[in-house]
């Protein structure tokens, strides 16, 4: 299971349930450590998500907050990791400086980011600042002033080859990462669900599985649990020595062993009990021929 969800959600480990066409997911990593739950929740409402994420921000703990909104995914998007190998580095835990992710799997709604970025003007007294991803280049952060920065930008909704778009929407993500030049920053990653043209560009509505959060040996498992109770309702007819097996493999292997212990028991004991010493040979002799003895 561990290399089929390479992506972001994956290394997220969330639960997902791919059932949903009006929902996308949603992203949040931090240098901070910030108090969230790491492992966020399968599905969550927008306005929900704003209000956690403002509540986590209203201690003001990065000086750089950048917003990023990529237009037209969906959680099964981030299930490959060619999609987006950059957001699951960060989101995975493998980047040193990231100390703190939240990630909801199915989003519904959109999440209003300038809902977000408007609270972090107003309670850490920040300067806005749009990033036009044609030339994604940002100046490092020492050459702005001491106060918080936002920063944002948007992605483009990908149509066909979407793993490719995604994949360059990631570069770009990396490279403003890159060119901010601080290990102090916030990133909110959000997103919007897919259009019906880009739904029929990618060969119509795709067919969701549900993931199992227990992972692959518990399938197997209950797999195998079910197909004894089919082979045990098969054999319900019969006779009863055709239904049930009385001596295995095992059992028989124990009784061969067992006798052979047993005789050798039983000729020991036999040999002791047949031993036949009179009661004079404990007695001390007291005769004359003792007394020449001494």
Not at 104 to 120: K, L, P, Q, R
Not at 183 to 203: C, R, W
Not at 207 to 213: A, F, Q, R, S, V
Request: net charge negative; charged share 20%.
């Amino acid at each position: 299971m561990a290399k089929t969800l390479v992506g972001a959600l994956a290394l997220a480990s969330l639960p997902c349930a791919l059932a949903f066409l009006d929902t996308s997911p949603f992203f949040l990593f931090s240098t901070a450590k910030l108090a969230i739950d790491g492992r966020g929740a399968a599905i969550a409402r927008a306005t929900s998500i704003v209000d956690q994420v403002e509540e986590t921000l209203s201690n003001c703990p990065s000086k750089t907050y950048l917003f990023v909104q990529q237009n037209g995914v969906s959680a099964a998007d981030y299930l490959d990791g060619l999609s987006a190998p950059r957001l699951g580095h960060f989101m995975g835990g493998k980047h040193g400086d990231v100390k703190s992710t939240m990630a909801v799997s199915e989003a519904v709604g959109t999440v209003d980011w300038n809902a977000i970025s408007t609270y972090v003007q107003a309670k850490c007294g920040a300067e806005m600042l749009q990033v036009d991803l044609s030339a994604p280049t940002v100046s490092p952060r020492s050459e702005y002033p001491p106060e918080p920065l936002i920063i944002y930008a948007t992605l483009s909704a990908p149509l066909a080859p979407r793993a490719a778009v995604l994949d360059t929407h990631d570069y770009f993500l990396e490279k403003l990462i890159g060119d901010l030049d601080t290990q102090d920053y916030t990133v909110i990653y959000t997103t919007t669900p897919q259009t019906a043209e880009q739904i029929e560009a990618s060969g119509g509505q795709r067919t969701y599985e549900m993931d199992h959060p227990f992972g692959e040996a518990v399938h197997m498992e209950l797999k195998r649990d079910t197909a004894a109770h089919t082979r045990r309702d098969e054999q319900d007819e019969g006779g009863l020595f055709e239904r049930y097996q009385y001596l295995s493999p095992g059992l028989f292997m124990g009784i061969t062993a067992v006798i052979p212990l047993l005789i050798i028991l039983y000729v020991g004991l036999t040999a002791i009990t047949s031993l036949e010493v009179s009661y004079f040979a404990f007695s001390k002799e007291m005769g004359p021929s003792a007394q020449r003895k001494q």
